[in-house]
């Protein structure tokens, strides 16, 4: 990106041949989509390009120490360390620019004396010190983070163990002599997935929500484990995070099942499937299913394990259908859950024999544990284990009937109906307006039992508005939601909580709590910041920072807003299993576009959507072979015209069957048509009859416009004979004089390409007076242009429009303005 240029005269020049360009065809913007045409969301991609991996900066060094840089990526040369008798240590502190996890290597070139050289690791900046940050692996890696190394020459130090999460790495001698490095680095362990591993993708016109979304799934990347990794576990399998516990959790899977199934698709899928076989074949004789294991485990075979509890909970037990079910919707692999279906049935069994007289799932101090585990067990009817039993029976309903087991899914509907029933009977309450935490632990407004009793459907639609509500008045605060009102339980944030929250309020509607949500919890991740991992956290304490050196920074349990901007924001979802039908129906938020698929055994589920200037919506889904499903669009249906493919279908309320739409019907905020067949969809969604709102443009290099900069034409794809090309200033500026018959509002269009790095945020200044913030992302190239809209106030006559950068980076190259009638 160029910073400087001169206001040239060039600006004079075009003034002649504008008048030419005034009766630009309609039928041109009409083709324009309101997304860009090749969004670049491969720059999100976050796993290492290469198997070893090298840092990326030298933090610092002390003590005798030279030419450190030569450890970075594409330095040369050697780094030496030395230390003399009695005196200070030679210390480098490496940065590898994000999280990565393997195996530490050390190339030593040279050596003199008898030195130890001591290596340590930390994820979060302020914990690299000598022991690096205490956050071991309970198994499948070292469990300790520092290691020490006598070199005794020439030749490659290799760590047998893993460092399964690490951003810093801390090299030192602790007993003299010298040490000179040509090279240090991790063997990379975990899956490493470039752009090509991606068979899903998503990217919007918010640059943040971009970033959640891929390190959600770069943290669930760093804890799966290959097949045979450094001889530890036969299965591919999925861990709760990369330098902590690595273990397999299955209540963890709960969230990390979806990101996979949404980012890698089948790249990853096998990685749930042996994990949930894997926990499955551990179920005891009493039904009751190990909810985590070692890597190492093999597969148990043969006759029950006796016993009655095991690791870790009853609540954890609870996730195997759902996880199972997930799994099945994402890949349809019905032949899996017929082999696991055995394990649900026992599983239910034991949960049956748990009830107490109103039919509430009860704990005791043996089973009682959660997510929460420093909270201790939660002990008599707990409202949270009772909303995981429901969804249990649900999914395992789901399940029977899907392997032909017509009455038993019966049967468990109708259990799931009681189980319902008494919940909502005797841990609702109805003076705070929210469930409460248990039977014995009343008036706590609880985040999970809410959340889970929301999304899973628990809830009372008419209660669920109230109890969001209640939610985000009591518990929100500047970093997400603390879990628990009062005292007596820990105020540590908990993503993996919050994920169920954002999927509570997302399937039922609430976009905007959603979206504050995202940006609230997991937009302090992926900002820069002492704990920036590329990762997602495991836990958050009330004012942002990380409880301590162990924390996980990158926790599996933590990336659910990858799978939610998917299904919800996107919109992307399974009807039946394996996409066999699925649904698209967006729900944009504040977005001006995004784009992105989601993998299928039958191939990817592709959409792009964006705004279009007047209230219009335009989207394009290409469904894979062999499915159909519902394209829904946000439109009241009442005053609505859509066409799909260049055919009418939808007219104020009236559906006509055309370009594949067989069925179409309104509630009120979306109008859902349903297509019978694979292929491409491109639906155009506009306010009243659908004739095109007379549209006046307005071209940045035609005067009245003012353009603080100079006037372009080196970028293609502009409209008229050219751009402004405002100085990359704060005082820089684009200016536009439009004619209002009337005093009211106007919807405006900006047309814009920002091929620099970052956002381009500015000033929206009409008459004088700020209305709003509009930000300009990035379009990915200078010659990709795309159009913002925002509704303004104007007075009656000629008003000024300006747009102003906020910062120094200034304005994206303007084309046009676009007012409505
Ligand atoms: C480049 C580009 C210009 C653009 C500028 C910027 O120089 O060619 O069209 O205006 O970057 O960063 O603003
Ligand atoms: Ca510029």
Same mark, same amino acid.
């Given at each position: 990106m160029t910073r400087r240029r001169s206001a040239g005269l060039a600006a004079f020049v075009v003034v002649a041949l504008a008048a030419a360009t005034l009766s630009l065809g309609r039928s041109a913007a009409a083709d324009a989509v309101p997304w860009p045409a090749n969004?670049?969301?491969?720059?999100?991609?976050?796993?290492?390009?290469?198997?070893?991996?090298?840092?990326?900066?030298?933090?610092?060094?002390?003590?005798?120490?030279?030419?450190?840089?030569?450890?970075?990526?594409?330095?040369?040369?050697?780094?030496?360390?030395?230390?003399?008798?009695?005196?200070?240590?030679?210390?480098?502190?490496?940065?590898?620019?994000?999280?990565?996890?393997?195996?530490?290597?050390?190339?030593?070139a040279a050596q003199s004396g008898n030195p130890v050289l001591r290596a340590s690791y930390s994820e979060g900046s302020q914990y690299i010190g000598a022991?690096?940050?205490?956050?071991?692996?309970?198994?499948?890696?070292?469990?300790?983070?520092?290691?020490?190394?006598?070199?005794?020459?020439?030749?490659?130090?290799?760590?047998?163990?893993?460092?399964?999460?690490?951003?810093?790495?801390?090299?030192?001698?602790t007993s003299p002599g010298s040490v000179t490095l040509s090279a240090v680095g991790i063997r990379f362990s975990a899956y490493r997935a470039t752009a090509n591993e991606y068979q899903g993708y998503f990217?919007?016109?918010?640059?943040?929500?971009?970033?959640?979304?891929?390190?959600?799934?770069?943290?669930?990347?760093?804890?799966?484990?290959?097949?045979?990794?450094?001889?530890?576990?036969?299965?591919?399998?999925?861990?709760?995070?990369?330098?902590?516990?690595?273990?397999?959790?299955?209540?963890?899977?709960?969230?990390?099942?979806?990101?996979?199934?949404?980012?890698?698709?089948?790249?990853?899928?096998?990685?749930?499937?042996?994990?949930?076989?894997?926990?499955?074949?551990?179920?005891?004789?009493?039904?009751?299913?190990?909810?985590?294991?070692?890597?190492?485990?093999?597969?148990?075979?043969?006759?029950?394990?006796?016993? *009655?509890?095991?690791?870790?909970?009853?609540?954890? #037990?609870?996730?195997?259908?759902? @996880? %199972?079910? !997930?799994?099945? &919707?994402? $890949?349809?692999?019905?032949?899996?859950?017929?082999?696991?279906?055995?394990?649900?049935?026992?599983?239910?069994?034991?949960?049956?024999?748990?009830?107490?007289?109103?039919?509430?799932?009860?704990?005791?101090?043996?089973?009682?544990?959660?997510?929460?585990?420093?909270?201790?067990?939660?002990?008599?009817?707990?409202?949270?284990?009772?909303?995981?039993?429901?969804?249990?029976?649900?999914?395992?309903?789901?399940?029977?009937?899907?392997?032909?087991?017509?009455?038993?899914?019966?049967?468990?509907?109708?259990?799931?109906?009681?189980?319902? *029933?008494?919940?909502?009977?005797?841990?609702?309450? #109805?003076?705070?307006?929210?469930? @409460? %935490?248990? !039977?014995?632990? &009343?008036? $706590?407004?609880?985040?999970?039992?809410?959340?889970?009793?929301?999304?899973?459907?628990?809830?009372?639609?008419?209660?669920?508005?109230?109890?969001?509500?209640?939610?985000?008045?009591?518990?929100?605060?500047?970093?997400?939601?603390?879990?628990?009102?009062?005292?007596?339980?820990?105020?540590?944030i908990s993503p993996f909580i919050s994920g169920i929250e954002l999927n509570a309020r997302l399937s039922t509607g609430d976009t905007t709590g959603g979206m504050q949500l995202v940006s609230d919890v997991w937009g302090q991740m992926v900002r820069p910041g002492p704990n920036y991992t590329g990762t997602m956290w495991e836990n958050i304490k009330p004012d942002g920072s990380i409880e301590k050196g162990s924390t996980s920074l990158a926790h599996g349990w933590s990336s659910a807003p990858t799978s939610a901007l998917t299904r919800y924001v996107l919109g992307a979802r399974p009807v039946d299993a394996g996409y066999a039908t699925w649904i698209v129906q967006p729900q944009p938020g504040s977005l001006s576009w995004t784009a992105g698929q989601v993998p299928t055994p039958h191939g990817p589920l592709a959409v792009k959507w964006g705004r279009a200037a007047g209230d219009g919506f335009d989207m394009d889904v290409t469904a894979p072979n062999g499915t159909s499903g519902t394209i829904a669009v946000p439109a009241s249906g009442a005053d609505t015209a859509i066409t799909v493919n260049g055919t009418s279908v939808w007219d104020r309320g009236t559906f006509s069957a055309g370009a594949g739409v067989t069925s179409a019907r309104s509630d009120g905020s979306y109008v859902y048509m349903t297509v019978s067949a694979s292929g491409n969809y491109r639906v155009s969604v506009r306010a009243g009859s659908g004739e095109p709102t007379p549209t006046q443009r307005y071209e940045a290099e035609t005067a009245p416009a003012a353009c603080q900069g100079r006037i372009d034409s080196n970028h293609s794809g502009?409209?008229?004979?050219?751009?402004?090309?405002?100085?990359?200033?704060?005082?820089?500026?684009?200016?536009?004089?439009?004619?209002?018959?009337?005093?009211?509002?106007?919807?405006?269009?900006?047309?814009?390409?920002?091929?620099?790095?970052?956002?381009?945020?500015?000033?929206?200044?009409?008459?004088?007076?700020?209305v709003t913030a509009v930000s300009f992302e990035g379009t990915g190239a200078w010659t990709t242009w795309v159009t913002k809209t925002v509704t303004i106030p104007v007075n009656a006559g000629n008003n000024t429009i300006r747009f102003s950068p906020t910062t120094a980076e200034g304005l994206p190259n303007v084309d046009f303005l676009e007012v409505g009638a």
């Open positions: 969004p670049n969301w491969q720059q999100y991609v976050l796993g290492p390009a290469t198997p070893n991996v090298t840092p990326v900066a030298v933090v610092s060094t002390s003590g005798n120490v030279t030419n450190a840089g030569a450890l970075v990526t594409g330095g040369s040369g050697s780094a030496k360390l030395t230390m003399v008798s009695g005196g200070p240590a030679p210390v480098i502190i490496l940065d590898y620019g994000k999280n990565v996890g393997g195996f530490p290597y050390f190339t030593v022991n690096g940050d205490g956050g071991g692996a309970f198994n499948a890696g070292d469990r300790s983070r520092a290691n020490n190394y006598t070199v005794r020459g020439a030749g490659t130090i290799n760590h047998s163990l893993i460092q399964g999460g690490e951003r810093f790495q801390r090299i030192a001698l990217v919007s016109s918010s640059d943040e929500l971009n970033k959640i979304w891929y390190a959600g799934a770069y943290t669930n990347q760093l804890s799966m484990l290959p097949p045979g990794t450094g001889g530890i576990n036969q299965l591919p399998l999925i861990l709760d995070g990369a330098k902590r516990d690595r273990n397999v959790w299955i209540g963890d899977i709960y969230v990390e099942g979806p990101t996979n199934y949404v980012s890698l698709g089948s790249n990853g899928n096998d990685y749930l499937k042996q994990s949930i076989r894997l926990l499955g074949s551990y179920q005891l004789s009493s039904g009751f299913v190990t909810g985590c294991l070692a890597p190492q485990s093999p597969v148990h075979t043969g006759p029950l394990i006796p016993g *009655t509890t095991a690791c870790y909970s009853t609540s954890y #037990s609870l996730y195997f259908a759902p @996880d %199972l079910a !997930d799994y099945y &919707r994402a $890949t349809g692999d019905l032949a899996f859950v017929r082999s696991q279906f055995p394990v649900v049935q026992r599983q239910l069994g034991w949960n049956a024999s748990r009830l107490n007289s109103q039919g509430l799932l009860v704990t005791d101090t043996s089973d009682g544990l959660d997510w929460d585990w420093y909270d201790g067990n939660k002990t008599g009817a707990v409202t949270a284990y009772n909303a995981l039993y429901y969804l249990n029976l649900i999914e395992a309903a789901y399940l029977a009937r899907e392997t032909g087991q017509v009455d038993l899914a019966t049967q468990y509907t109708n259990k799931a109906a009681a189980l319902r *029933t008494a919940i909502n009977a005797n841990l609702f309450n #109805s003076s705070t307006g929210v469930y @409460d %935490l248990s !039977d014995k632990v &009343r008036g $706590t407004v609880t985040q999970d039992a809410n959340a889970e009793a929301v999304l899973f459907g628990v809830a009372p639609a008419s209660a669920v508005p109230g109890i969001l509500t209640k939610l985000k008045s009591t518990l929100w605060g500047t970093h997400g939601p603390r879990p628990f009102s009062g005292s007596g339980y820990s105020t540590l502009f409209s008229g004979t050219g751009f402004c090309n405002a100085d990359n200033t704060v005082g820089a500026y684009s200016q536009f004089t439009v004619n209002a018959p009337a005093a009211g509002t106007a919807t405006i269009g900006v047309r814009f390409a920002n091929g620099g790095a970052t956002v381009r945020p500015g000033n929206l200044v009409v008459n004088g007076a700020t």
